[in-house]
DNA sequence: CATAAAAAGGATAAAAATATCTTTTAATCT
DNA sequence: AGATTAAAAGATATTTTTATCCTTTTTATG
């Protein structure tokens, strides 16, 4: 449903949503120690987010990654579909041929409700609501 | 969530439902061509199945694949557990370390609550529960 | 008993996902 | 300007998943 890499990226969001911002951007290195993602696959990630715009990253020296308060209101399902594509949350459960949300199997009946409703949990959460009143990474888990 | 394995396996069930009896065996031969799933590949499978005690099998002239009434009271994540492991759906949605059912994160909460519904949906959906009704294969899609 | 049918099993191949390494580009700071 | 820093980009490697092929074993039937 999600892929790894997925996951990855949301990870490393939500730490950028706790430690970073315009004035404080922080490097892959200082994150993956954190949320035990490989460093360099966690940067490719991280990049091909910046590159669509999902969070921003600097060069150089002080450069790194972070969120801009716009790049808060991005919502977890534009980091899925950047990383995963559009078609894998789409497509039918059951990797039934000819068979999506707008024309749903029988099958779907069974167990497309509790996909839809996963989907929508995604649409609807934007980064800032996912840090919204938390400190600090801590408050989250061992990532 | 569901591997593309599991789903095979278990479009490869459904047909047996349908088209299978102790009395009338039916071959991959059959039922890869209405399911479309590679032939050796659900081969493998059903004989995973098979070996586990999920469906029934005979060899030589005559046999192949087929469900007992007992297989049939058989539950999708039974199948899901042979073909996947028992760990995969068991584990964090968030691929959180030390985070699973019992012991959930802070983002179980929020897409947790879908995947706990999806896995008992699986575990209380026997395979006679799904081909309840149905007449023939047609009836559930163009698999 | 011979034969053919069918699953079972083992070995291999191809593709996709995951992960790492190396080079290039841009920003910052003397 | 030159040196340094850190992301961006590109190339390569590993692992896992998916898929195929080929041989062996079992079993019903003529
Ligand atoms: S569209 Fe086929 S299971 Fe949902
Ligand atoms: S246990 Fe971590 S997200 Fe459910």
New binding site residues.
Partial sequence: ML???SK?AIKGVLYLALNSNRDHK????DIYTVVH?????L??L??EL??HGIIS?????????YLSEEDRKHTLLEIVQVIDGENRLNSCVMGIRNCDMDNPCVLHKLVGGNKSKFIRVLESTKILDLVDGKQGIEEFFPL
Avoid: D, I
Avoid at 26 to 29: A, F, L, S
Avoid at 37 to 41: F, Q, R
Avoid at 57 to 65: D, E, L, V
């Fill in positions: 892929s790894n890499s990855y922080v490097m892959v290195r993602v490989p460093e360099a696959y940067a490719k991280l990049q910046s590159r990253s600097t060069r150089g020296p002080k450069g790194g990654f």
